[in-house]
């Protein structure tokens, strides 16, 4: 049985996405309530991040699911 650490050190994609998610967007969230407008770079690159963490977790779900049916 691994730890959480060394499975969170595996997985870089998930602190890229992490940070693009928090960076763009908190900034698009940001743009739009000052301005009124929605950034379509940082609205991408927000979404980018999402879907990366969302892989992440849902192929560390499957591999669990795996484990537990063997």
């Not at 691994?2 to 908190?26: A, H």
Request: aromatic content about 12%; glycine content about 6%; proline content about 1%.
């Amino acid at each position: 049985m691994e730890s959480k650490m060394s499975w969170w050190i595996k997985n870089p994609s998930f602190y890229l996405g992490s940070i693009l998610l928090l960076i763009f967007g908190s900034q698009c969230l940001i743009g739009y309530v000052k301005e009124h407008k929605v950034y379509v770079l940082e609205s991408i690159l927000s979404i980018v991040g999402f879907l990366m963490i969302t892989i992440t977790v849902m192929k560390k779900l499957a591999q669990h699911s795996h484990k537990k049916s063997t």
